[in-house]
T-cell receptor
Framework: GENVEQHPSTLSVQEGDSAVIKCTYS??????FPWYKQELGKGPQLIIDIRSNVGEKKDQRIAVTLNKTAKHFSLHITETQPEDSAVYFCAVNYGGSQGNLIFGKGTKLSVKP | SQTIHQWPATLVQPVGSPLSLECTVE??????LYWYRQAAGRGLQLLFYSVGIGQISSEVPQNLSASRPQDRQFILSSKKLLLSDSGFYLC?????????FGQGTRLTVV
């Protein structure tokens, strides 16, 4: 089955610095790669996603890059702010376009003011 | 717009008692529906998914079951809860690929 590895499990940065979280996957048929942000006590919220026909996507301070050859994709947050502190999950669709999402184990990001 | 409702938000139940968590989706038709569990400090584990009324697939063997009596209703149940059933349960829906989550139910089995 699909295997999604997410690193690091915890990340602490100073406000204003950049944060990078990386995920690797195993199913070459996967073509959808979303990132979710989960604040304490709440459900995960989709923040950005990328499909396999593009290599990079940006939305203000967040960006996602995809390397399909190497089967890894990364979340980049620039100019981090304290409100960026949360748990971030990557996910990969398993089984093609109609497949279920398989999630990484999450990264707890702490942004220190 | 689509919305997802999940209740209750928190639940404390004794060992051996039954469980029923409900999830409903508005604003979409024939969604895929999912139940996930999130143990403390761990990722999201897919428990069940459904592609239509009465169609349930289980991802892991466990003490829980799921049912989909209506197109936009998904129920997670147990006849007898175990201590190990404690966790944060999340319902989600998707059409094609993007998945959207409810606010979760914090279940504590005592």
């Amino acid at each position: 089955g699909e295997n999604v590895e997410q690193h690091p499990s915890t990340l602490s940065v100073q406000e204003g610095d950049s944060a990078v979280i990386k995920c690797t996957y195993s199913d070459s048929a996967s073509n959808y790669f979303p990132w979710y942000k989960q604040e304490l006590g709440k459900g995960p919220q989709l923040i950005i996603d990328i499909r396999s026909n593009v290599g990079e996507k940006k939305d203000q301070r967040i960006a996602v890059t995809l390397n399909k050859t190497a089967k890894h994709f990364s979340l980049h947050i620039t100019e981090t702010q304290p409100e960026d502190s949360a748990v971030y999950f990557c996910a990969v669709n398993y089984g093609g376009s109609q497949g279920n999402l398989i999630f990484g184990k999450g990264t707890k990001l702490s942004v220190k003011p | 717009s689509q919305t997802i409702h999940q209740w209750p938000a928190t639940l404390v139940q004794p060992v051996g008692s039954p469980l029923s968590l409900e999830c409903t989706v508005e604003g979409t038709s024939n969604p895929n529906l999912y139940w996930y569990r999130q143990a403390a400090g761990r990722g999201l584990q897919l428990l069940f998914y459904s592609v239509g009324i009465g169609q349930i697939s289980s991802e892991v063997p466990q003490n829980l079951s799921a049912s989909r009596p209506q197109d936009r209703q998904f129920i997670l149940s147990s006849k007898k809860l175990l201590l190990s059933d404690s966790g944060f349960y999340l319902c989600a829906w998707s059409v094609l690929t993007e998945a959207f989550f409810g606010q979760g139910t914090r279940l504590t089995v005592v």
